[in-house]
């Protein structure tokens, strides 16, 4: 059985605030294929997810993080520059036995993109 990893849920339709040409690729979709091609099988930690639309268009890119037992982590202001960071902070995040990752143990660049956090989604029947 695999260990459980984190769950990465990336907004494919976030423009970033600006206007994206008819044709062009939008950052969220690039943010997501920077992600996939960082995560190789090899180097699989995280579970990528994609989604259209988080709610948050004005504040994107925007991605959750979330994993069972752990809070969930609503992030915002992402670039496809932030993949590499996103993927050392998901690992940490991981790790963690709660998953809050103050922003002086983040990656700098990711210091000031967490925009909410919620409980752990989990409900007994
Ligand atoms: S399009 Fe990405 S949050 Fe709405």
């Given amino acids: 059985m695999s260990e459980p990893r984190p769950r990465l849920i990336v907004c ?19 943010l997501h294929a920077e992600l996939s091609r ?4 090899s180097n699989a930690h995280v579970d990528l997810r ?13 991605a959750a993080l979330a994993m069972p037992g752990k809070w969930t982590f609503f992030l915002g202001h992402l670039t496809p520059d932030h993949a590499p960071d996103l993927l050392t902070y998901a690992a ?11 922003p002086s143990r983040r990656p700098a660049s990711l210091r000031n993109v967490v925009l909410a956090r919620l409980p752990h989604l989990e409900y007994a029947a």
């Fill in 38 to 41: 960082l995560l190789t099988e």
């Fill in 12 to 30: 494919t339709t976030c423009r970033a605030g600006r206007d994206v040409a008819d044709g062009e690729a939008r950052p969220g979709a690039l």
């Fill in 92 to 102: 940490a995040y991981a790790a963690h036995a709660t998953g809050t990752i103050m």
């Fill in 50 to 62: 994609e989604v259209a639309c988080l709610a948050n268009c004005e504040r994107g890119c925007s």
